[in-house]
Antibody, heavy 122, light 107 residues
Framework: DVQLVESGGGLVKPEGSLRLSCEASGFTFRSYTMHWVRQAPGKGLEWVSSISSISTYIYYADAVKGRFTISRDNAKNSLFLQMNSLRAEDTALYYC???????????????WGQGTMVTVSS | DIRMTQSPSSLSASVGDRVTITCRASQSISTYLNWYQQKPGKAPKLLIYAASNLQSGVPSRFSGSASGTDFTLTISSLQPEDFATYYCQQSYSKPVTFGQGTRLDIK
């Protein structure tokens, strides 16, 4: 089965750090651009970051730029999100998602993990 | 950033009803518009891509269309499993942006 499984979420104090992981299985991970998308409690979806198949292209939402770092290890079929200087507004369920794309560089998310919850609170 | 505005924000309907949800982009995005369904406690599921293309495995009662910067998701005959929240997403330019969601409830 094609699957994404996130881990690493938890409760962290403001200004703290957390590293999220996403393990892929059932597909050729190294062939796909991958993304992180988050959802604050009771709110909508917000794109966070993306990384191309061999890490050539990396993008961040303005809200996390300079604080979050996306990376991947294709040998281990894993995606990561290092989150530093966390704020209360970063509290959300963080999903990793596979990008099958179309028409060139047009992100399209066909596979999502179940999410890992990050809570930033003192 | 391109702003995506969905209407209505919530909607009550009955099994068998025909339902239409609208998404408006703040600028032209051609047909780079995708629709997702999210049920409580679950990850989003891709329904339609490029405005009108049905994702594999999605029932044919779902359809999408485009007119300028306005996009519609139509469910021709609501089934019990269709009650969920629906999101549009533009993939025309970075950053990717989503609509605020439309919650579809049972009347």
């Amino acid at each position: 089965d094609v699957q994404l499984v996130e881990s690493g979420g938890g409760l962290v104090k403001p200004e703290g750090s957390l590293r999220l992981s996403c393990e892929a299985s059932g597909f050729t991970f190294r062939s796909y651009t991958m993304h992180w998308v988050r959802q604050a409690p009771g709110k909508g979806l917000e794109w966070v970051s993306s990384i191309s198949s061999i890490s050539t292209y990396i993008y961040y939402a303005d809200a996390v730029k300079g604080r979050f770092t996306i990376s991947r290890d294709n040998a281990k079929n894993s995606l990561f999100l290092q989150m530093n200087s966390l704020r209360a507004e970063d509290t959300a369920l963080y999903y990793c998602a596979r990008d099958i794309g179309y028409g060139g560089d047009s992100p399209l998310f066909d596979i999502w993990g179940q999410g890992t919850m990050v809570t930033v609170s003192s | 950033d391109i702003r995506m505005t969905q209407s209505p924000s919530s909607l009550s309907a009955s099994v068998g009803d025909r339902v239409t949800i609208t998404c408006r982009a703040s600028q032209s995005i051609s047909t780079y518009l995708n629709w997702y369904q999210q049920k409580p406690g679950k990850a989003p599921k891709l329904l339609i891509y490029a405005a009108s293309n049905l994702q594999s495995g999605v029932p044919s009662r779902f359809s999408g269309s485009a007119s300028g910067t306005d996009f519609t998701l139509t469910i021709s005959s609501l089934q019990p499993e269709d009650f969920a929240t629906y999101y549009c997403q533009q993939s025309y330019s970075k950053p990717v942006t989503f609509g605020q969601g439309t919650r579809l409830d049972i009347k």
